[in-house]
């Protein structure tokens, strides 16, 4: 007989088909927690606590009906502690429970706390694997070693050998490992725009909840309709939905912008990933299937663009946390200072590019990689914004942000906070780059086009002061050495005018 055992599953881990669910068994009892802990140690966007609350809440519901024993601590039962070990001591001691156990946390602060408790339980204890992800915790670290930089093209191509995804024998399909020559063009038109796929949930009952436990929270919310995935059957559907309709254009368009539509052929499908309703080797299969019985109508690009996001960037970012985690969250390679904007927090900024893509993540708690990377992430790397605030804004607002994918793509990715761990130069870019990629411009108040004097784009000046300003950590990286040639070209009178401009805009953020 089995030792009574208690197993429990976090919010993030709503894998239906992990090995704990293959048969049920009677001394077995799992547990769902909503905890105040959870809602606290950030502020969060209120359609991610809706989601998971309301994913939690169905994945509980669907255990039950195959057969397993399951309890349920909702947010305002009264006998919550609103922390998981006081609740879970209780129920221990409460339902007798002679093992407790549960699967690898994603997230450094949990994944502590988990080891932190077994060792003031005094019943056996164990882990295992979430069998969520297509690499080990630890594969990245040791991939790269003690190497400085860690290239993810590097791996990803070891990961397209290893699994043998796109090639032919040795070599990669199409002879080329890498489409973003011909992927990455600007919305032009030529193909139509579909609706992204919406669900319906009425979440309304939950919101009243959170709502009289005094949650804080952030962001708008149609109650009566998230749109989001919030099972497995939904997440499934959005798969299919993206490679029948998205699929097609996915790279062609992956890094254009619109002022009108959110998410253009962006699969929007990271919330059901992150909290583990679809894996990710059940995507690239279903992706690769998918291709195989459509070429006439779907390039390798668009195909190849997909696989690397999933197979490469995400499994990547995973890794390179545990390889980095606990010192990442202390990163701040450029000595970065200044307070977040106010505007942030209601998208209430003149520069329309801003506005545009803080109010859609404000409305929808999601935004594509360019609207974070080049406009978001690009501003506040651009205006010195502290990495802390930066982190805390974009772990809050996003209905996909846990800290193991949010902090590599923010503190590293983004804001260089890593001195160059992850990327080989700064992500910025002048306005130049974001009128190229999107519409914004053309409804903006501010020029594109000029770098300083009345309406100059902010974007311009702070580029070339972001430089100025880091000559000494960036000037002899060989990536940027044409900014600091057309930097040192530019004559006097010129560049004190732009960095004056700068100066006076980074004087006052709020104003812009
Ligand atoms: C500053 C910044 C912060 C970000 N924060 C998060 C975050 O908190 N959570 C998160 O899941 N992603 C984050 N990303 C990565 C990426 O922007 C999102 O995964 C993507 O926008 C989600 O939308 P989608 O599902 O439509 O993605 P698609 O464009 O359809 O891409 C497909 C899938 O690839 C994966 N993917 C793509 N790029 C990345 C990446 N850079 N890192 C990891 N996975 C990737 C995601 O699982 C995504 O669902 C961030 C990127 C930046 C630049
Ligand atoms: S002009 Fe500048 S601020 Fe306005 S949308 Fe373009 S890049 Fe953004």
Known sequence: MMAKTLRIILGDQLNSNHSWYKHTDNDVTYILLEVMQEQQYVMHHVQKILAFFAAMRNFAYQLTKKGHQVIYIKLDDADNAQNFEDNLQRIIKQEGIQKFEYQLPDEYRLDEQMKALCQKLDIETSYTDTEHFITQRYDVRDFFGDKKSFLMERFYRAMRE????????????????????????????????????RFNHNVSE????????????????????????????????????????????FGTYEDAMLQNHISLFHSRMSFAQNSKLVSPAEIVSTVLSH???????????????????????????RGVYWSQMPGYEEKNYLNHTTPIPHWYWDGKTQMNCLSKCIGQSLDHAWAHHIQRLMVIGNFSLLAGIHPDDVDAWYLGVYIDAIQWVEITNTRGMSQFADGGLIASKPYVASAAYINKMSDYCKHCKYDYKKRYGENACPFNSLYWNFFDRNAEKLQSNPRIGMAYVTLKKMKPDEKEKIMAQAETYLSDLNAL
């Not at 090639?167 to 193909?191: C, I, Q, S, T």
């Not at 995935?229 to 299919?240: G, N, V, W, Y």
């Not at 459509?294 to 999933?310: P, S």
């Open 162 to 197: 290893k699994l043998h995804i796109l090639m032919n024998g040795d070599e990669p399909l199409g002879d080329r490992w890498n489409f973003d020559a011909d992927n990455r063009k600007k919305y032009d038109g030529k193909v139509a725009l579909p609706d992204p796929i």
């Open 291 to 317: 291709y195989e019985k459509h070429k006439d109508e779907i390039t390798l690009a668009q195909v190849e663009g997909y696989i690397r996001q999933v197979i490469g960037w995400r499994e990547f970012m």
């Open 206 to 249: 939950l919101k009243v909840m959170i709502d009289r436990m005094g949650v804080q929270y952030f962001g708008e919310v149609d109650e009566q309709h998230m749109e989001w995935p919030l099972s497995r059957q939904e997440a499934l559907q959005s798969l299919d939905f993206f490679c029948e309709h998205l699929l097609p254009h």
